[in-house]
């Protein structure tokens, strides 16, 4: 079932989905996730699940003793190399930029660390392979000049994109998208909560999701009570 009409304001709040049912709740909590942003070249959606991965914690541990890239230049993605270096015999991060939007302790870790190498001023244009990726084709952005990459795996990080399309022109959201909500996870709507990774936050993990959940839930039952 999908919402097709949504509409929240202090006093009322009406919702419709596909079946054309309509609810008229008097408390509402957005939990719909996000997802990671995608480069979208080529070979991308084909080799996901095939060899390219965006949660290291997920998937790190199918590529033990093989040859990774990681792709991009912030936080996540210089932790994430780090840490899939328990792993992997080596990864090259391929990042568009000459310098890191990571901060200093990141980028020492990851400089500092003999697994790691590095391909600057570069993007992915294509996954290539078989049944599994085998190859990337990257682009120097400066020369234009085209290299083949051998590998088997890549690891994408490069940014988040939360589910609220459907409601950014309701509820306060930040330059990301992102819900914006007090202690209590109250949103600017009264009686509209959000949870997990579609709200403002630091840490993403199921752990945080799931006290994310608890607080609201807890929030919402004390609102309707003096409702």
């Known amino acids: 079932k999908k919402i097709t009409k949504i ?44 060899g390219i991965s ?40 391929i990042h568009q930029f000459d310098n890191f939007q990571a901060h200093k302790q990141a980028v020492e870790d990851a400089k500092t660390n003999e697994k790691i190498h590095f391909i600057l001023e570069t993007k992915v244009n294509e996954f290539n392979g078989g049944e599994v990726l085998q190859s990337a084709s990257l682009e120097n952005i400066g020369t ?22 459907f409601i950014k022109d309701i509820i306060n959201t930040n330059s990301f998208g992102e819900i914006k909500t007090n202690s209590d996870l109250k949103t600017n709507v009264a009686g509209v909560f959000a949870a997990g990774d579609a709200r403002e936050k630091k840490i993403r993990q199921i752990t945080t999701a799931v006290s994310d959940g608890t607080i609201a839930a807890m929030n919402s039952v004390e609102y309707l009570q003096n409702f």
């Open 144 to 165: 234009g000049k085209e290299t083949e990459i051998k590998i088997n795996g890549a690891f994408i990080f490069i940014g988040y994109v939360p589910e609220t399309d």
């Open 54 to 93: 965006y949660c290291a914690t997920c998937d790190g541990d199918f590529f033990q003793d093989k040859e990774l890239i990681v792709v991009g230049g912030g936080n996540t993605a210089l932790e994430e190399a780090v840490a899939l270096t328990k792993y992997a015999s080596k990864i090259t991060i």
């Open 7 to 50: 509409s929240l304001s202090d006093k009322e709040k009406i919702i419709e989905i596909n079946t054309g049912e309509i609810f008229n709740p008097k408390a509402v909590i957005i939990a719909t996730g996000g997802k990671s942003r995608k480069l979208g070249v080529q070979g991308e959606t084909e080799y996901t699940g095939r």
